[in-house]
């Protein structure tokens, strides 16, 4: 409101001069291009240590053969329950169907472990990025795993590719 | 600035700045998200390179986006700063206008969005809920960057009204941003409102799902009080936004309260209300019918509350912000003029005889077709017929209670001033709509009744006619008392339109300007001081009239305003 009705002297707004704010918001957006680079590339973010014999430590070890590929690692972490009714080569069938998942950029954290007895469910967040779109897409949703311990080992109680549970029948 | 030069401006800076917004939001997202993770997070697989192809992309998203949208933001500065008519051509052009608007709008849903996702969170943490696979640093980046850009916008927008006496569609699609989302904040601050009512409600009475220690409710019970917040926050804002414009009407150039767009909003918060508040009355009276009838699906104090005495309470809030808005409106057309008054009650009252006898025709016609298939003993007198008869004679009993006194009160108006009331907008639209309503819902059940006689009368298939055309003859049978009396009202209206023109108006040749009447400035402007002329400019098929009009404004001595309309 520059100035009452009628006649118009002025601009509505600063001077015509070279805009100040668009250099203030230019050193913003660079100060962030640089913090988020620093972020990036400085914080490690990487998969925590467990406790030897744990559950957290049996999926993460799962987890890791699956990433790189071991499927036979990956299938020896599984309880005699799945095994009697998935064979070696059908995981390997299931897995190559599955294998898209490593493509997905994904962090799987850790929300909370629920141990009874002999059992256990991890609950873990899976935050996930893929690129595609003018941004990429980026979300999070959540994943329960079921764990059993057989003979002192804690074992994974379901059909497991990854981070998603497959029907058997493969 | 020509128009393709406007277009090609507004357009490239809207599109690039949404790449910068889309680039910023993943920085700010990944930073935040990395940020709390390095933190707190247990990372128990993956995560190495996550962070980083994120950054990648944000970062060339912002490279791109920024370079782009300054120059064009810069190109478009230069359009509209000054006194010149190219710089008050700008500001003035409807292209501005919808890119303010459009960018604000967009910024501020996403905003609305985040801060309801992220609210939910929050009282989901406070209450103990499981927030499941949520991640709340996304939505504090969404908030982090739709809200400035949300504020820039309508913060410019803001002041090119106050310096410009934009008209047109410059001014109206800003009044349209404006009450739309005063309208979307309030359906979510009473919604919202409404929903934590009923929750509560649920749980104190004990109602089934509600008790022996569930506490599933907890989570619909955080995102009620989510759109609680935002909605007040997004209604209080636009509501003071139109509250600032009312009181610059002197400087803005033009009253608000008068504008077309702000009547629009009062008649569809208190339509909104009304029919919420006659369904969830007349659902009440049901259950209580039913009670009566012992035909209800519970029979205990529990289920008596839940069914009866719940609804009216739930539609509490509803009923109070159609009040409020009513009451409100009804003091601001009193505080402007007689003429303003008359409009208000007029529209409001023509409302309320729309809904009721919505509730009338529909709650009618039901209890017709099934006492229409009792009779002709197609349809047993059992439980499920009270059940569903309880249900019509509620609506009928709400439509009456609405319709009656209404449609009263409109045909007294009609008989005291008839040459005013018979030829108003609202009222002739009103009448329309009955007409045109009733004949759409009697023409395909005419239709249905018809070929199921003919094709019975031609010996087609035997199936029993009293059970296929009850409903359809009750349609019939309401519908068409309902259009024959409002057709008899507005052809009388439109036969008395002919010879009774508002006033004496000379006209001049083909293309003049006429006076229609001097009058006190309380009845144009209440806000602006001074007398005022009320004018008609008239000219032949095709002339542009907006610019003629334009041109007289520029022709105008200091002090005087031409106003539309």
């Known amino acids: 409101m520059n100035e009452p009705s009628g006649v118009m002297t002025a601009p ?81 069938r299931m897995d190559a169907d599955w294998s898209w998942q490593r493509d997905q950029g994904r962090r799987l954290v850790l929300l909370n472990v629920d141990v009874t007895a002999d059992r256990s469910v991890l609950r873990i967040r ?45 | ?45 993956g995560g190495g390179s996550t962070g980083r192809e994120q950054v990648s992309l944000a970062i060339a998203l912002v490279a791109v986006g920024s370079p782009v949208f300054a120059v064009h933001w810069l190109l478009v500065g230069r359009g509209w700063r000054g006194s010149d008519d190219t710089a008050r051509n700008d500001r003035h052009s409807a292209i501005r206008a919808l890119h303010l608007g459009l960018v604000g709008t967009v910024a501020l849903a996403f905003g609305a969005y985040a801060a309801l996702e992220l609210l939910d969170y929050v009282f989901g943490t406070l209450l103990g809920t499981d927030p499941g696979g949520a991640r709340p640093s996304d939505h504090v980046a969404l908030l982090l960057v739709a809200a400035p850009v949300w504020w820039y916008h309508q913060r410019r927008r803001s002041i090119d009204l106050r310096h410009d006496r934009l008209s047109r569609a410059a001014a109206w699609i800003t009044r349209l941003q404006r009450y739309a989302w005063a309208f979307v904040g309030l359906v979510l601050l009473v919604g919202g409102v409404s929903q934590v009512i009923e929750t509560l409600l649920s749980v104190l009475i004990g109602r089934e799902g509600f008790g022996g220690g569930a506490d599933w409710w907890l989570v619909p019970l955080t995102w009620s009080l989510a759109t609680v917040v935002v909605g007040a926050g997004l209604f209080w804002f636009q509501a003071d936004d139109a509250r600032r414009a009312v009181s610059d009407a002197e400087t803005v150039g033009e009253d608000d309260r008068a504008s077309a767009l702000r009547a629009t909003y009062f008649g569809a918060v208190i339509l909104v209300a009304l029919s919420n508040v006659g369904v969830t009355v007349a659902s009440s009276l049901a259950e209580l019918g039913r009670w009566v009838l012992g035909v209800s699906d519970g029979t205990d104090t529990s289920a008596f509350l839940e069914l009866v005495v719940g609804p009216p309470l739930v539609a509490i809030p509803f009923a109070i912000a159609g009040w409020l808005h009513w009451a409100a409106w009804r003091r601001e057309g009193a505080g402007r003029s007689p003429v303003a008054l008359a409009a208000v009650e007029r529209l409001a009252l023509h409302l309320t005889a729309a809904v009721g006898i919505i509730f009338l025709a529909v709650g009618t016609a039901q209890l017709l077709g099934r006492l229409f298939e009792v009779a002709l003993a197609v349809a047993a007198d059992n439980d499920f ?35 005013t009331e018979r030829h108003v907008t609202a009222g002739r639209a009103y009448l329309y709509l009955a007409v045109g309503a009733a004949l759409i819902a009697a023409v395909p059940s005419a239709a249905f009744s018809l070929y199921r006689v003919v094709d019975t009368l031609l010996g087609g298939r035997g199936v029993a006619l009293g059970s296929d055309l009850s409903i359809p003859i009750a349609v019939v049978i309401v519908a068409s008392v309902i259009a024959l009396y409002h057709a008899r009202l507005l052809l009388s209206d439109l036969r008395s339109a002919a010879p009774a023109q508002p006033s004496a108006v000379a006209v001049a040749g083909a293309s003049a300007i006429v006076e229609v009447a ?48």
């Open chain 1, 126 to 170: 899976v935050d996930q990025f893929s690129e595609g779109g003018l941004a990429g897409e980026r979300y999070s949703y959540e994943r329960s795993v079921r764990l059993v311990r057989e003979r002192g080992t804690w074992l994974i109680d379901e059909p497991l590719v990854g981070i998603e549970s497959v029907p058997y029948q493969y």
């Open chain 2, 385 to 419: 017929l009270r059940f569903e008869l309880a249900w019509f004679v509620a609506q009928i009993v709400v439509g009456a209670v609405l319709w009656i006194p209404a449609w009263t009160l409109v045909m007294r108006r009609r008989l005291a001033t008839p040459i």
């Open chain 2, 1 to 45: 600035m020509d128009i393709a030069k406007r277009l090609y401006l507004y357009v490239v800076s809207a599109v690039s700045l949404l790449v910068l917004s889309i680039g910023l939001y993943n920085l700010v997202a990944v930073v935040l998200g990395e940020l709390a993770d390095a933190l707190g997070a247990s990372i128990i697989g």
């Open chain 2, 518 to 565: 001097a009058q006190p400035s309380a009845v144009v402007t209440a806000t602006v001081p001074g007398v005022s002329l009320a004018l008609t400019l008239r000219g032949p098929a095709g002339t542009d009239l907006e610019s003629v009009a334009d041109a007289l404004r520029e022709h105008l001595p200091p002090g005087l305003v031409l106003e539309d309309h």
């Open chain 1, 12 to 92: 509505p707004s600063g001077s015509a001069a070279f805009p100040r704010s668009v250099v203030l918001i230019g050193a913003a957006i660079s100060a962030l291009v640089v913090i988020a680079l620093i972020v990036a590339v400085a914080l490690p973010n990487r998969p925590t240590e467990y406790a030897a014999g744990s559950p957290e430590a049996a999926f993460q070890d799962f987890y890791e053969a699956w990433e790189t590929g071991d499927i036979e690692a990956a299938y020896g972490h599984f309880s005699s329950t799945v095994t009697a009714e998935m064979s070696p080569a059908e995981y390997r």
